[in-house]
């Protein structure tokens, strides 16, 4: 009931107040592609500005005095986007107008359309081609995250016995402390006479 419903969602609207700057991240594997397309309500009102970015601050796309439109671009890396709404003020600096924004990639973002028209596919072969495409995702998906956990077991291994040395180091030094001060306490009471 939850899945389907979740598949029925086609995107993200929100409120953009006057003067006011609003991001939205997402992430995306090596390699793939993703397209967006955004609608904003009441123009008129407010000059209003896109810019996608990558983790390092590139510019991926931007468009200035926007209403609608779409974008699309493809990831060099395993890495974060963002998505950034910018309202300039306007004649009247209460209003807010309402965003849409839909982000699609990988199978999402691919035109299977398109694709059965120029292959002469029947509907079963495409859906046969959309699924194939999301095991491939998945596939991926499970590598990554393969990837990503012997990536932490070995910073793991590697703590623990960095962890390990410095505890043995560290009972080396106490016990190497407490022997010479026992023997200069020793050697400070026979100056004194107090022990023999």
Not at 167 to 191: H, P, T
Request: aromatic residues 10%; positive net charge; glycine residues 4%.
């Amino acid at each position: 009931m939850l899945f389907c419903y979740l598949s029925t969602i086609k995107g993200l609207r929100f409120k953009l107040k006057n003067g006011v700057t609003k991001c939205i991240q997402d992430e995306a594997h090596k390699d793939v592609i993703v397209h967006g397309e955004y609608e904003i309500t009441a123009p008129h009102e407010h000059t209003t500005h896109i810019k996608v970015r990558d983790v390092k601050k590139h510019i991926l796309y931007q468009r200035d005095n926007i209403k609608s439109g779409k974008f699309a671009f493809t990831t060099e890396d395993f890495d974060l986007f963002e998505v950034c709404f910018e309202s300039q003020p306007g004649n009247n600096t209460d209003t807010e107008q309402e965003v849409f924004l839909n982000i699609k990639h990988g199978t999402e973002a691919k035109d299977f359309d398109k694709m059965a028209k120029a292959e002469k596919l029947q509907p079963i072969e495409v859906l046969l081609k959309k699924l194939e495409s999301l095991a491939d995702e998945i596939v991926q998906d499970f590598v990554v995250m393969h990837s990503k956990s012997s990536k932490m077991r070995n910073i793991n291994e590697s703590t623990h016995t960095r962890v390990l040395y410095f505890s043995i180091l560290s009972m080396v030094i106490l016990i190497g402390f407490a022997c010479w001060q026992v023997l200069y306490l020793r050697r400070y009471f026979k100056s004194k006479k107090l022990i023999e």
